[in-house]
């Protein structure tokens, strides 16, 4: 929102970065995953000795795959930026954002960390209100470190940068200062937090086909980032606000499958198979209940919505197609996002693996370079590629869902 008060150049460059950073940081959310299934499953069973391992060993690996991120983030942004074709009016800004957060990238998570374990035992509301928290101030700080109000400088998109490390700096303490204090009944030691071979296998078995699934779909996306960046700034910022309301209004259904994965764990590692069945179910009725009504909203007045975050007429008039198109197929996705909170709940996270690469290189790439560019329809082929996609990946994920499966992926005496 800020951003937008600079002009559309400003507003671009946290849009151009985001699939390419968001590429890199999906290694260590696909491991955090099989953190989540492995303490949801240990509590299922009633080990806590076990949740606290699985804590320990979910933290070490974390904590050296940001590091990891973040040298191969820093060395690799300004290649990647001339590899997407990034028009030379928002280089710098973009740059500039992007070697500023992976600088910051363990903050990010040593959440990741707080996440996955509260998630596993299903405190789910102890992460969310820490995030709450943490885009509050990040919200709060942004005009600040942006305009240079008070005594702060004015940073532009550089402050932006800074205003969300600062917040998620201060997250990650909290977040660790509730692991260590054993406040919610399982507390990070650091005897757990040497790596064993057999655990360690066991994360890579589960949480690589995630991360690559995930880091896979996020390359298409920047991929995807780079047809739009062939249609000017406006398209650009249309799409990138789109994408964030769209991000805004899904995060409660992702929410809600974050939750499936915990009960669906907690369930199988208690033997109750039938439970984890019903959850799954459950959760396509919550999620269904949340993302109609916005969706709705958004296909009848996206201009509306648009127009708040930036004033440009033709970014608002991209902007409402684009939201006419993809609002009914994000609807659709909505199962998708019950689904894969069910598998990866079960450690089956193969067929996730599969079906988030085909979303992006089966369906919507090539889906929307022949609209845009063969066909001529320009921009409108991308709204359309993401419809297409979005739609066909929830289709067969229930289809998989239904087979019934998934519940025998992982054994209890394997956790």
Known sequence: YFLGKLGPDELSAPTVAFPIIFFLILFGIGLSVAGTTLIAQSKGKGSWEKVDFYLGQSTTILMITSVLIALFGIALTCP??????????????????????????????????????????????VPLAIQAATVALNVALDPFLIFGLGFFPALGVQGAAVAT???????????????????????????NMRPEARSVRLFLRIGLPSSFGQAAAALGFTVLQGIVNSFGTAVIAAFGVGNRLIGLFNMPAMGISRATTSLVGQHLGAGEQDKAKETVVLSIIVIQTLLIPTMTLTFF????????????PEAIRYGAELFRVVAPSVVFFGFFHAVTGGLQGAGDTKPV???????????????????????GIGPAGIWWGMFFSNSLTAAIGLYYLRRGTWVDVLSPEEV
């Open 165 to 191: 490390v600062t917040a998620r700096a201060l997250g990650s303490g909290a977040a660790f200062a509730l692991l260590i204090s054993g406040r919610y009944g399982m507390r990070l030691r650091w005897a």
């Open 80 to 125: 990647l930026l001339r590899l997407l074709q990034t028009p030379e009016g928002i280089f710098d800004f973009t740059r500039d954002y992007m070697l500023i957060i992976f600088t910051g990238m363990p903050f990010m998570f040593g959440f990741l960390v707080l996440q996955a374990a509260m998630q596993g035992i299903g405190k789910t509301m």
């Open 353 to 375: 693996m599969y079906l988030n690469i085909s979303r992006l290189w089966l369906l919507r790439l090539p889906v929307a370079y022949f609209l845009s560019f063969i066909v």
């Open 301 to 312: 007045y996206g201009s509306s919505f648009v127009r708040f975050f930036v004033d440009d």
